[in-house]
């Protein structure tokens, strides 16, 4: 059987190594709950990757850490 790959991308620095370890964890009970499919979690690989700081291309805009942020920011607060 094959595997499922996921792959999590981050801006540098985001997820400590507690962020990341709940991140895996999490992502090996979400993906076989998805496929309906629990032989799934041991064969569920994840990749978490850090984007160096410019490294985020938003709407044609090479963006750092701050931009995403208030990007973010504004988008939860509905503006």
């Known amino acids: 059987?094959?595997?499922?790959?996921?792959?999590?991308?981050?801006?540098v620095g985001v997820?400590?190594?507690d962020?990341?370890?709940?991140v895996v964890r999490e992502l090996t009970d979400i993906v076989p709950a998805a496929a309906g499919d629990p032989t799934l979690a041991e064969r569920t690989?994840?990749?978490?990757?850090?984007s160096p700081?410019?490294?985020w291309g938003i709407n044609g805009d090479a963006n750092t850490g701050a931009d995403i942020?208030?990007?973010?920011?504004?988008?939860l607060a509905g503006k």
């Open 1 to 11: 059987d094959l595997p499922a790959q996921v792959q999590v991308l981050t801006p």
């Open 15 to 17: 997820l400590d190594r």
């Open 19 to 22: 962020k990341q370890l709940g």
């Open 45 to 50: 690989w994840e990749l978490i990757t850090e």
């Open 53 to 55: 700081e410019g490294g």
């Open 69 to 75: 942020t208030a990007l973010a920011r504004r988008e």
